[in-house]
């Protein structure tokens, strides 16, 4: 019998142990940063993307931009070195939409014409446009490949075709 009393006690310290610290952790979870943006409506998936732009989910919180990062991301030419080209001409530019904005920044027509001006790679131009690409399409895809980045004509057709479908990923080096 006392075995029995014995057993039951601890079962029963333990379930009121499990009971606290189960509160305690929901308590914590609930208070948290990431529960709070999760009440402000943003998935898991646009919270992850948003810690890559911030240091902590607070500057999340308190950053007025969130909203237009996420849209951004969204976008089908978005590039992560861009983005906070992205967020000063949207804020200078309310009623252009996104994706005219990332295709302005893109192909550096966000500057005075002739004051950025860059060399073309004629051969990848006129490779990508054979491959069905707009010339604004294959000269954004140029401008986006790093300025050290020479290589064979193969490889710098490779980054420029990278481009495409580039979600933040870094260029091999060359």
């Keep these: 019998m006392k075995k029995r009393k014995k057993i039951l006690n601890s079962i029963i310290t333990?379930?009121?142990?499990?009971?606290?610290?189960?509160?305690?952790?929901?308590?914590?979870?609930?208070?948290?940063?990431?529960?709070?943006?999760?009440?402000?409506?943003?998935?898991?998936?646009?919270?992850?993307d948003?810690?890559?732009?911030?240091?902590?989910?607070?500057?999340?919180?308190?950053?007025?931009?969130?909203d237009i990062i996420i849209e951004l991301i969204k976008q089908k030419y978005y590039i992560f070195d861009n983005?906070?080209?992205?967020?000063?001409?949207?804020?200078?530019?309310?009623?252009?939409e996104l994706s005219e904005i990332i295709s302005i920044i893109n192909t550096n027509r966000d500057n005075d014409f002739y004051t950025n001006i860059k060399d073309t790679d004629i051969e990848i131009l006129d490779a990508l446009t054979a491959l069905g690409y707009s010339i604004v399409e294959a000269q954004a895809a140029i401008q986006s490949i790093p300025s050290d980045f020479s290589m064979e004509l193969e490889d710098r057709l490779k980054a420029a075709l990278k481009y495409?479908?580039?979600?933040?990923?870094?260029?091999?080096?060359?």
């Excluded at 902590?56 to 969130?66: A, F, T």
């Excluded at 990923?169 to 060359?174: A, D, F, I, L, Q």
């Design 14 to 48: 333990i379930s009121i142990l499990i009971f606290i610290i189960s509160i305690i952790f929901y308590f914590v979870y609930i208070n948290s940063d990431f529960f709070k943006l999760k009440e402000l409506g943003y998935t898991e998936k646009e919270i992850l």
């Design 50 to 66: 948003l810690r890559k732009y911030f240091n902590d989910d607070k500057e999340i919180l308190e950053s007025k931009d969130k």
């Design 83 to 96: 983005n906070n080209k992205y967020i000063e001409y949207y804020n200078e530019n309310k009623d252009i």
């Design 164 to 174: 495409f479908s580039w979600f933040g990923s870094e260029y091999p080096k060359g």
